[in-house]
Structures are given as structure tokens and as C-alpha cells.
């Protein structure tokens, strides 16, 4: 069974940093683009950032870029979001999610189910 | 302000049938493929439509998606109560080098 799992999630002051991982199980991990999208509390979902599949691909939203930074260890199966220089407004959980299938590098095709960053003083 | 543009909600009887708009440009939907996505507050969000019009194994043929030059429709068939959710459009913006979502569009099945 696939499966997704975000860590790393919690209290964090302003200007702080935090990282996340996304373990993950029951595909090929290497296979596939990765994922980051977010929600803040009582809003929609936002994409984050994306990475390839070797890595030597990434993107990120305008809101996060020169921030935060994707990353992934296809021998450990495990995608990270190293996040730096906090604000409130990156308050949200966090969700990590896959490629629907192998060569899809925007479709967003299964999810975890979060991991919840508050940013606050 | 999301760079695809969904109503906030729409509402249907049960059986019914109801449509979500999402409206985009050429950066975005007139030149990239469309997903839609249920999301019940709690959970996993879950892939219903890719490509514009394809569904994953296991979404009912209830559901369907349609794509029209800079717009995209999901149409939600036979509406269950268990419909009751946020839908949320997707696709890739060439100018943005981004992913892009709409704002969501909660449903509630009356």
C-alpha cells in the first residue's frame, strides 16, 4: 500500500527554520516527480515547491523562493522542505504528495495527510 | 488571490447534478492539462480527474471533467451526501514556473 508520512511539523518562531520529511513507501520513489503543497488554517490548498526525480529539477512558488528548499534521498525513499527564514503567513500544514504516475510532473496523483507548522513569537 | 479562479461554493440536492467552474489563462489551463481534487477537512486530498477528463482507477463515473480553451468544468453526478467536500481545480503555470491551484469550491449537498 502506498503510503505518505510528514514529519518535522511544529512551533517555530519568527525568522526560524524548520525541516520536514516525507517518508515514503509502497512505490518506487525514484520514479516519480515529489511535492510540497500547503494549507493555512481556513484556506485553500497552495503548491509549494516540486522536485524531479534525480533532483536536478526544481521549482518553487514565488511566496517561498530564496527560503525554502526541496530536497530528496531516493536511497532512503524520503523527500524533505528545509524552510528558513519563517514568517506567520508560511503558518499551515504541510502536505507532501506524489506524481500521479511515473513521468506526470505536475499532476499531483496521491498525498499525505500533513504535517502542521505555526509560525509565532 | 488564487491565479485560478473557482465560486467559493455551489450546492445541489441529493441525486442531483452539479458543475464547479474553474477559470485560468493561457499561462495555465489554455496550454497544460487540468486535475481536479476532493478535499474533506482531515483527510488525504484525492485525485478525481487528470488530463482534463480522465478519471484514476476506483472514482465513479459520477464524476467528470471537461476543458474548454482557458476553462475547465467538473460535474458531479447523482450527488451523495458523502459528496460534501472542498474541490479544488489544478494545473502548471508556464509564466509562473509553478503549480497552481484554484481557491476551492465547497460543496454542500442539501
Known amino acids: 500500500e502506498m503510503q505518505l508520512v510528514e514529519s518535522g511539523g511544529g512551533l517555530v518562531q519568527p525568522g526560524g527554520s524548520l525541516r520536514l520529511s516525507c517518508a515514503a513507501s509502497g512505490f518506487t520513489f525514484s520514479s516519480y516527480w515529489m511535492h510540497w503543497v500547503r494549507q493555512a488554517p481556513g484556506k485553500g490548498l497552495v503548491w509549494v515547491s516540486r522536485i524531479s526525480t534525480d533532483g536536478s529539477s526544481r521549482n518553487y512558488a514565488d511566496s517561498v523562493k530564496g527560503r525554502f528548499t526541496i530536497s530528496r534521498d531516493n536511497a532512503k525513499n524520503t523527500l524533505y522542505l528545509q524552510m528558513n527564514n519563517l514568517r506567520a503567513e508560511d503558518t499551515a500544514v504541510y502536505l507532501c504528495?506524489?506524481?500521479?504516475?511515473?513521468?506526470?510532473?505536475?499532476?499531483?496523483?496521491?498525498w499525505g495527510q500533513g504535517t502542521l507548522v505555526t509560525v509565532s513569537s | 488571490q488564487s491565479v485560478l479562479t473557482q465560486p467559493p461554493s455551489v450546492s445541489a440536492a441529493p441525486g442531483q447534478k452539479v458543475t464547479i467552474s474553474c477559470s485560468g489563462s493561457s499561462s495555465n489551463i489554455g496550454n497544460n492539462y487540468v486535475s481536479w481534487y476532493q478535499h474533506l477537512p482531515g483527510t488525504a486530498p484525492k485525485l478525481l480527474i487528470y488530463d482534463n477528463n480522465k478519471r484514476p482507477s476506483g472514482i465513479p463515473d459520477r464524476f467528470s471533467g471537461s476543458k474548454s480553451g482557458t476553462s475547465a468544468t467538473l460535474g458531479i453526478t447523482g450527488l451523495q451526501t458523502g459528496d460534501e467536500a472542498d474541490y479544488y481545480c489544478g494545473t502548471w503555470d508556464n509564466s509562473l514556473s509553478a503549480g497552481v491551484f484554484g481557491g476551492g469550491t465547497r460543496l454542500t449537498v442539501l
Open positions: 504528495a506524489r506524481g500521479y504516475a511515473s513521468g506526470y510532473y505536475y499532476t499531483v496523483g496521491y
